[in-house]
């Protein structure tokens, strides 16, 4: 079983930055594209950003030049700078992985219990 354990979030004003951080676990997994997702109230929830096994990032058109994503194959991390944060940002964020279970050999997908991120003045 893979679980993901999400961190950071809480409380900022608009125009400052948060960073979120997301680190899967279990045991004989590989991982092919990790990432992030949001929902805000009342919304459906939509790709914010991902990463391809190769660590190649893809971006909503919403947040590009402003959140970073980052991964780390080593540690089975992902992580999402955000700055220059908008009202607009504040949402559950979740993260999402998926690849294959090794033993037995199937595929998977894993969602994040979610952070919320408040951006308010």
């Known amino acids: 079983q893979v679980q993901l354990v999400e961190s950071g979030g809480g409380l900022v004003q608009p125009g400052g930055s948060l960073s979120l951080s997301c680190v899967a676990s279990?045991?004989?997994?590989?991982?092919?594209?990790m990432g992030w997702y949001r929902q805000a109230p009342g919304k459906q929830r939509e790709l914010v950003a991902t990463?391809?096994?190769?660590?190649?990032?893809v971006y909503a058109d919403s947040v590009k030049g402003r959140f970073t994503v980052s991964r780390d194959n080593a540690k089975n991390t992902v992580a999402l700078q955000m700055n220059s944060l908008k009202p607009e940002d504040t949402a559950v964020y979740y993260c999402?992985?998926?690849?294959?279970?090794?033993?037995?050999?199937?595929?998977?997908?894993?969602w994040g219990q979610g952070t919320l991120v408040t951006v308010s003045s």
């Open positions: 999402n992985a998926h690849g294959m279970v090794l033993m037995p050999y199937r595929y998977f997908e894993v």
């Open positions: 279990g045991s004989s997994f590989s991982l092919n594209a």
């Open positions: 990463t391809t096994s190769s660590g190649t990032p």
